[in-house]
């Protein structure tokens, strides 16, 4: 998912599977192409679920794990976001802190983490598990909803929306937009 508001060039990414404890790849796939702001690039095994396969952008090797091993996003060839740690055999699965782990389940990342992180003792308390084969929202970047902020204001996340937002309201309302960063962009 490109979060940013401007276009990525993939041809600086590669993504690397590091099956087994291995600490070179076993399987890699180089990115090409432009991935647009807020677009979402989905890579799948050939054998995935029909509704995966739909939504796929390109089917790959790559993703061939099954929760024991490493795989990252590699930036002109340096990790620059994992899953797992690169060099280690977890045994069955990484332990998922707030609650599962990798092994038979859907890892999606939280909402408000809008960088890549190539530290997994870090990286590892931004994602949640749910069921294996939850389908939910894949291909969409993150879902983009109202938090219920009781009498203040309702917080439309993430920001950036992914292709906009309309607001039907019975009469004016103050409005703030930030940044991924918490910077002011406007009032």
Do not use: C, K, Y
């Given at each position: 998912y490109n979060p940013t508001l401007a276009d990525v060039d993939l041809a600086d990414y590669a993504v690397a599977l590091y099956a087994n404890g291995s600490s070179t790849a076993t399987q890699t796939l180089q990115l090409s192409g432009i991935l647009p702001a807020g677009g979402v690039y989905v890579i799948a095994n050939s054998s995935a679920s029909p509704l995966v396969l739909a939504a796929a952008d390109i089917t790959s090797a790559v993703c061939t794990f099954n929760g024991d091993d490493a795989i990252a996003l590699l930036y002109q060839g340096f990790a620059s976001d994992v899953v797992g740690v690169i060099g280690v055999d977890p045994g069955a699965q990484w332990a998922i802190p707030t609650g599962g782990a990798t092994a038979d389940h859907t890892l999606r990342r939280i909402t408000n983490v809008v960088a890549p992180e190539s530290?997994?003792?870090?990286?590892?308390?931004?994602?949640?598990?749910?069921?294996?084969?939850?389908?939910?929202?894949?291909?969409?970047?993150?879902?983009?909803?109202?938090?219920?902020?009781?009498?203040?204001?309702?917080?439309?996340?993430?920001?950036?929306?992914?292709?906009?937002?309309?607001?039907?309201?019975?009469?004016?309302?103050?409005?703030?937009?930030?940044?991924?960063?918490?910077?002011?962009?406007?009032d």
């Open positions: 530290d997994w003792g870090i990286a590892q308390f931004q994602w949640t598990d749910h069921v294996l084969d939850d389908f939910t929202d894949l291909g969409n970047g993150f879902p983009t909803g109202f938090i219920d902020q009781g009498s203040v204001r309702p917080l439309l996340i993430p920001n950036p929306t992914r292709e906009g937002f309309r607001l039907n309201l019975p009469g004016p309302m103050p409005a703030r937009m930030m940044s991924g960063t918490g910077a002011l962009v406007a």
